[in-house]
């Protein structure tokens, strides 16, 4: 497993015993994104201090640390399917871009070649000339996805919309907002494991499934707190969402106020169904759950990583709670 804090490092555990293997050093400001390769070989870096790092993960050797456009900040960094390519997103001057850059990992390793000549092949949206309207985000880029195929990226904004990118021609294909009725900021973006659906979540207390391909609004979570994060179940028809009281408050209320616990929501009646007391006393600002489903894991305000193992028993009672609802019917009024 692997975390980012505040304090500028990244670290790698092992999660059948918790202890740390190692630290990537190198940033001299908060971790904003972390994102690893399908080979776990190669890893990226988003950095407050207007940088993104590419790494080795084997031995949390730097390779390089580069500013695509300072003094804006790296808020998201991802990996194409292939992972030929990698997006970083930045926000400086209420503009919100996202770069694409080619990735061959020759180049990045030759300390002849300065970092200044490494250059993304496509910058989205493209920045506009004299006079020209900018068309992009203007908020911090929250979360940034890949399309199955590479042809679109993904956005989640702060400024309250969804956007897909087309990235061949670096031109928006769709837009939604993530709260029709008012603006609110948009704090996640994730897919479902086979890429179809996307959940997203606000700090209106919300979390949104949408179709993957067409931004389809189809499922609505509400939740009693400001939400920062979901996953959707790998498996079963389940959404988890954490979150929490803001940060700056959290000294003011009792533990239990401060609602740092993980909610199950059902993915299709989207009903609440149960929820995991963390232990954490600060916001949950994200989730993380394993391909099979067996092993979920939060990351919180306070600078702890916590992981939870489901008992084998947690697949069937919850195909059982299902099994319940639909048993239900359709409901009966007077």
Not at 125 to 145: A, C, M, Q, R, Y
Not at 243 to 257: K, L, R
Request: one cysteine or more.
């Amino acid at each position: 497993m692997f975390s980012t804090g505040k304090d500028g490092k990244a670290m790698a555990w092992y999660l059948s015993d918790g202890m740390r293997l190692g630290t990537f050093e190198g940033h001299n400001g908060s971790l904003n994104d972390f994102a690893v390769d399908n080979e776990t070989e190669y890893c990226l870096t988003a950095g407050a201090d207007c940088a993104f790092g590419v790494w080795k993960c084997c031995n949390g050797e730097l390779l390089r640390l580069i500013e695509p456009n300072s003094p804006d900040r790296v808020t998201t960094v991802r990996w194409s399917c292939g992972d030929k390519q990698f997006s970083v997103s930045t926000i400086g001057s209420k503009k919100a871009y996202t770069r694409i850059y080619d990735f061959d990992p020759a180049v990045f390793k030759d300390k002849s070649i300065p970092s200044e000549e490494i250059k993304p092949v496509c910058v989205i949206p493209p920045v506009p000339g004299d006079g020209e309207p900018f068309l992009g985000h203007t908020k911090k880029i929250s979360e940034s996805l890949w399309g199955p195929m590479n042809e679109f990226v993904y956005t989640a904004s702060e400024d309250g919309t969804i956007r897909r990118w087309n990235v061949s021609t670096q031109e928006l294909n769709t837009m939604v907002n993530f709260n029709p009725e008012k603006a609110t900021e948009v704090t996640s973006m994730d897919y479902s494991k086979d890429k179809t659906l996307i959940i997203a979540t606000g700090r209106d207390e919300t979390a949104r499934l949408y179709e993957g391909e067409s931004l389809t609004p189809l499922k609505v979570f509400r939740s009693d707190k400001p939400l920062n994060c979901a996953v959707l179940h790998p498996t079963l028809n389940l959404v988890m969402v954490g979150g929490g009281q803001s940060a700056h408050a959290v000294t003011t209320t009792g533990h239990g106020q401060g609602k740092f616990e993980v909610q199950f929501f059902h993915t299709i009646f989207e009903e609440k169904v149960g929820e995991i007391r963390t232990g954490h006393f600060s916001p949950i600002n994200y989730l993380a759950i394993s391909l099979d489903g067996t092993v979920l894991a939060t990351g919180a305000e306070e600078g702890n990583c916590r992981i939870f193992k489901f008992d084998a028993a947690f697949a069937n009672k919850f195909k059982a709670l299902e099994k319940s609802f639909v048993n239900m019917g359709p409901s009966v009024t007077n």
